[in-house]
């Protein structure tokens, strides 16, 4: 793990933007090296997080605490989600550099950001002022041209056709 640590954006409307930020994660690991990974607007019971959560080097935070899509939940719902969100994230920054991990992923912070729960200014400022050892993963859905301007890598997923388009919904071990 050597050379200056960058800063990936996976975005788009397209499948696989958590995919690709797992899969690095993974190869991150499987060279010796320690990953935090924050899932914003997700529970943590995917598929592959019960698969990571057995690699020792992968450390894995999530906030969804009233497992409901962001246009499903009350005020107060939202008031809590952005409470859990927040704390999310600043235990995951936190513990990303106290225990010198090279890997941090921010999964769907752009959601979290567009829908008000976290503060995009702390985001930037999290970028801005961590340790030239740490790579960070964002992914999302209209990350904000702040976001963009920081990514040394912005990979855009494009659907170009979904099973979802024909009334197929989430499938177990495919999208979750």
């Known amino acids: 793990m050597n050379n200056k640590a960058c800063v990936h954006l996976y975005c788009g409307d397209g499948k696989g933007k958590t995919t690709a930020a797992i899969g690095l994660a993974v190869r991150f690991a499987g060279r010796g090296g320690k990953v935090v990974l924050a899932q914003f607007l997700k529970d943590g019971t995917s598929g592959e997080c019960r698969a990571l959560a057995k690699l020792e080097t992968i450390t894995m935070l999530a906030a969804n605490p009233v497992r409901k899509f962001s246009f499903q939940m009350t005020d107060d719902e939202k008031k809590q989600t952005a409470d859990a969100i927040q704390r999310t994230f600043a235990a995951a920054t ?5 225990e010198g991990a090279g890997l941090l ?8 950001i567009s829908c008000g729960f976290l503060d995009e200014q702390a985001v930037l400022d999290f970028l801005d002022s961590r340790p030239d050892t740490l790579e960070v993963v964002l992914t999302g859905r209209n990350p904000s041209e702040g976001l963009q301007q920081r990514a040394d890598y912005i990979t855009e997923m494009v659907k170009h056709r979904h099973p979802f388009d024909n009334g197929v919904t989430a499938r177990e071990g495919i999208e979750w």
Request: hydrophobic share 55%; glycine share 8%; net charge negative.
């Open 94 to 98: 936190g513990y990303a550099v106290r």
């Open 105 to 112: 992923i921010l999964d769907e912070v752009c959601a979290a």
